[in-house]
C-alpha cells in the first residue's frame, strides 16, 4: 500500500495550487481518505477527507470555502485544490488512508488513519 502526495510549491498569498496523492497496492474506491498537514512547530492537523464514492467531504473550518478535495477512483487518485492560500496554510501536506467505513461529520482527526503518504511542502510566501 502506498500514497504519494505531490503538487506542493512556492505560491504567493492569494494564489492556487492543486495537490495530489497517488495510491497504489489497494482498492481504492472501497477506502475514505484524509488530508493533513503540519507546519515548523506544530502539531499535526486534519484538513479535509473525501468518502469512497466522493459524495461526502468534510473540511476543517480554516480552509472552508478556499480548499476542495476530490478524487478519481478510475486512477485512484485524490486531489486537493488550495485557492486562496496565506502565510498561514504554509506547511508539509499528508494524505492518509481511513479506517476502513470511516465516517466522521468533521475534519480527520488522524486517528488510525494510514499509511502516509510522502508529504509535499507547501510555502505561501511573498
Known amino acids: 500500500v502506498q500514497l504519494q502526495a505531490s503538487g506542493g510549491g512556492l505560491v504567493q498569498p492569494g494564489g492556487s495550487l492543486s495537490l495530489s496523492c497517488a495510491t497504489s497496492?489497494?482498492?481504492?474506491?472501497?477506502?475514505?481518505i484524509g488530508w493533513f498537514r503540519q507546519a515548523p512547530g506544530k502539531e499535526r492537523e486534519g484538513v479535509s477527507w473525501?468518502?469512497?464514492?466522493?459524495?461526502?467531504?468534510y473540511y476543517a473550518d480554516f480552509v472552508k470555502g478556499r480548499f476542495t478535495m476530490s478524487r478519481d477512483n478510475a486512477r485512484a487518485t485524490v486531489y486537493l485544490q488550495m485557492n486562496s492560500l496565506k502565510p498561514e496554510d504554509t506547511a508539509v501536506y499528508y494524505c492518509?488512508?481511513?479506517?476502513?467505513?470511516?465516517?466522521?461529520?468533521?475534519?480527520?482527526?488522524?486517528?488510525?488513519?494510514?499509511?502516509w503518504g510522502q508529504g509535499t511542502l507547501v510555502t505561501v510566501s511573498s
Open positions: 497496492g489497494f482498492a481504492f474506491d472501497r477506502w475514505a
Open positions: 473525501i468518502s469512497r464514492s466522493g459524495s461526502s467531504r
Open positions: 492518509a488512508r481511513a479506517p476502513y467505513n470511516y465516517y466522521y461529520r468533521g475534519p480527520p482527526n488522524g486517528s488510525n488513519f494510514g499509511p
